[in-house]
Nanobody, 119 residues
Framework: QVQLVESGGGLVQPGGSLRLSCAAS????????MSWYRQAPGKQRELVAA???????NYAASMKDRVTISRDDAKNTVYLQMNSLKPEDTAVYFC?????????????WGQGTQVTVSS
């Protein structure tokens, strides 16, 4: 069982920045994709950013100019740098990782970290 633990959330003023981290309990080199999602109160969970094993990335249109996702396989960690934060970015941010082996195809989720953007 792989555990993903997010950190780095908190309260930030509009226009501020945060860097979220997602630490995996096992190697992530064989994870075909690592992603960040978010869920605001009363809304569905939505993709923020994803990074493939070959480091190709994709971003949600609403955030693509303000976020950067990266992965450090040596540290088993994925990062999400968020800049120019807006109140509407307030949400719980979740890390997920999908690992495909010969035997199974499993997506793991972290518990989430709260990001609150408010003055």
């Amino acid at each position: 069982q792989v555990q993903l633990v997010e950190s780095g959330g908190g309260l930030v003023q509009p226009g501020g920045s945060l860097r979220l981290s997602c630490a995996a309990s096992q190697n992530i080199f064989n994870f075909i994709v690592m992603s960040w999602y978010r869920q605001a109160p009363g809304k569905q969970r939505e993709l923020v950013a994803a990074i493939q094993a070959g480091n190709s990335v994709n971003y949600a249109a609403s955030m693509k100019d303000r976020v950067t996702i990266s992965r450090d396989d040596a540290k088993n960690t994925v990062y999400l740098q968020m800049n120019s934060l807006k109140p509407e970015d307030t949400a719980v941010y979740f890390c997920s990782g999908r690992r495909v082996t010969r035997l199974n195809d499993v997506t793991y989720w972290g518990q989430g970290t709260q990001v609150t953007v408010s003055s």
